[in-house]
């Protein structure tokens, strides 16, 4: 499973973490702004590994994965080589400091939980978006993959597609629906990653995230920003891949993928 929690400590005050964990008992379960250091968390899970990835500044992004299995490496970030290669700082400051990647490598798979840097509402982070953390993070896939193959997913901040958004012509230019944006999500695709969600089920209405304004959770009028995706050596196995509307806690809602491994 994976879900941006939007700050764990505050969906966990609100009695809505440990019992949703409880209830639904995922195997892995990837987060993604966790707006915390690992010690600043209260949630006990006796039956969890926690590996964390925090942002240095307070309050802000970072991953975690919690597991049930105990994984043989954990990596944090993009590898040197990859660190090299692209330029990530732009005016709003480092990814490479935000806690934005976690991956753990278990004996015949990797998992990975990701958080997208935003575009930003000017689209001032388009350039870092397109030019460096898309071609960055699929370059980092990819040579995961040359190992073992790979479970990736979180919050990756763009729609693919119109039917991944429940007004694609008023957003069409705007954050999260760039040609940009979409281009660099197609290039996953491009590439062999298989969305999960899609390979279950077509069409629109079916969201991750809404908007705090105007009752948009209610009335459905969302965005499905949030993806797991999964190396094509593993689309046979993938049983199911749905998407967790009723579960509430953070503006964006958990999803799921059932894979025989």
Not at 51 to 66: D, L, P, R, T
Not at 201 to 207: A, D, I, L, M, V
């Amino acid at each position: 499973m994976s879900w941006n929690v939007n700050g764990i400590r505050a969906v966990h005050k609100k009695g809505l973490f440990v019992p949703f964990v409880d209830k639904y008992k995922p195997d892995i379960l990837f987060l993604q702004e966790t707006k915390a250091k690992q010690d600043q968390s209260e949630v006990d899970l006796p039956d969890y590994e926690e590996y964390w990835n925090s942002a240095e500044k307070a309050g802000y992004s970072g991953v975690a994965i919690f597991t049930k299995h105990k994984p043989e490496k954990v990596l944090l970030g993009f590898p040197d080589k990859i660190c090299k290669k692209y330029k990530f700082a732009d005016k709003y400051g480092d990814p490479l400091t935000e806690g934005r990647i976690i991956a753990l490598e278990f004996e015949t798979f990797y998992v990975v939980s990701v958080y997208t840097p935003n575009a930003k509402d000017d689209l001032t982070r388009i350039p870092l978006r397109h030019k460096n953390w898309d071609p960055a993070f699929l370059e980092y896939m990819k040579d995961l993959e040359k190992t073992k193959p790979v479970i990736f997913g979180g919050d990756l901040n763009v729609a693919h597609t119109p039917d991944d958004l429940a007004r694609p012509k008023e957003n069409v230019g705007k954050k999260g629906f760039t040609t940009e944006e979409r281009e660099g999500l197609q290039k996953y695709i491009d590439a062999g990653f298989i969305d999960t969600f899609r390979l279950f089920t077509k069409g629109n209405g079916h969201y991750t995230w809404w908007s705090h304004f105007a009752a948009a959770r209610d009335r459905n009028i969302g965005w499905r920003i949030d993806y797991i995706f999964v190396s094509k050596k593993l689309k046979e196995k993938v049983k199911s891949a749905k998407i967790m509307p009723g579960v509430y806690g953070s503006d964006h809602c958990p999803i799921t993928l059932d894979i025989d491994l």
